[in-house]
């Protein structure tokens, strides 16, 4: 989450606009924080274990 906001603060606030005004694209960043989120929690329950 961190690093998204992170990414968008480097970005232009209208090409931010302009990425969360087509639904397709907007399907894909939702796609792309649940990736990275699934990653994150399988990296923590490997160093659990």
Known sequence: ??????FFAYL??????????HEIDTL???YF?????LNYMIFQNKRNY
């Not at 989450?1 to 992170?6: G, T, V």
């Not at 232009?12 to 005004?21: A, D, E, G, K, M």
């Not at 924080?33 to 989120?37: A, S």
Request: aromatic residues 24%; contains cysteine.
């Open 1 to 6: 989450m961190h690093f998204l906001l992170r």
């Open 12 to 21: 232009p606030r209208t090409f931010v606009f302009c990425l969360f005004s």
């Open 28 to 30: 894909y960043v939702i």
């Open 33 to 37: 924080v649940i990736l990275r989120y």
